[in-house]
Antibody, heavy 120, light 110 residues
Framework: QITLKESGPTLLKPTQTLTLTCTFS??????????VGWIRQPPGKALEWLAL???????RYRPSLKSRLTITKDTSKNQVVLTMTNMDPVDTATYYC????????????WGQGTLVTVSS | QSALTQPASVSGSPGQSITISCTGT?????????VSWYQHHPGKAPKLMIY???NRPSGVSNRFSGSKSGNTASLTISGLQAEDEADYYC??????????FGGGTKVTVL
């Protein structure tokens, strides 16, 4: 079955760069149509889509954060990495890794999420 | 990119039906057959409940149904049960090739 798990720092200082890793199993990101995305949820607020990478290395980003985000994949390790530069306390959130299946425009599997706190 | 508009809260008694609306624009909900709904119990991973406007994934109760008219999508929960108490989010794939979520609706079972 498909599983995804997020890993990375739990605490960052303002201006630092966040690097999150999504390690997945049950599918291959080299399979045509597959994608892995990142979605976050600030405490008490709504879900926000951040980025997605497709099997062919095509990438999509949230327009308002595009300058700060980079998403990459390592197909051999079944991993997707999200980096976000210049972190701010407003970026404090639970970050989720998600699976987007072939030809799907929705996220059918989610990781448990990892809480990242930005504070000086 | 603005979030889709959902009511902050909706409540109902056990057995009743409730409907959650999700209003967007002609660039997202109105122009998309790709509206999805997610159930989120705090502390757990969100769960896909409806995809492509009105389709239910395997394993999701048929008490959940989705529809769309113009720029507004809707999620209906019939035969409301205590376990349905959660936050619900709509999402749409936009004409600009990215995703947008709604602000979320807290469903309370009275």
């Amino acid at each position: 079955q498909i599983t995804l798990k997020e890993s990375g720092p739990t605490l960052l200082k303002p201006t630092q760069t966040l690097t999150l890793t999504c390690t997945f199993s049950g599918f291959s990101l080299s399979t045509s149509g597959m994608g892995v995305g990142w979605i976050r949820q600030p405490p008490g607020k709504a879900l926000e889509w951040l980025a997605l990478i497709f099997w062919d290395d095509d990438k999509r980003y949230r327009p308002s954060l595009k300058s700060r985000l980079t998403i990459t994949k390592d197909t051999s390790k079944n991993q997707v990495v999200l980096t976000m530069t210049n972190m701010d306390p407003v970026d404090t959130a639970t970050y989720y890794c998600t699976h987007r299946g072939s030809e799907m425009a929705y996220f059918d599997y989610w990781g448990q999420g990892t809480l990242v706190t930005v504070s000086s | 990119q603005s979030a889709l508009t959902q009511p902050a809260s909706v409540s109902g008694s056990p057995g009743q039906s409730i409907t959650i609306s999700c209003t967007g624009t002609s660039s997202d909900v109105g122009d998309s057959k790709y509206v999805s709904w997610y159930q989120h119990h705090p502390g757990k991973a969100p769960k896909l409940m409806i995809y492509d406007v009105s389709n239910r994934p395997s394993g999701v109760s048929n008490r959940f149904s989705g529809s769309k008219s113009g720029n507004t999508a809707s999620l209906t929960i019939s035969g409301l049960q205590a376990e349905d108490e959660a936050d619900y989010y709509c999402s749409s794939y936009t004409s600009s090739s990215f995703w947008v979520f709604g602000g979320g609706t807290k469903v309370t079972v009275l």
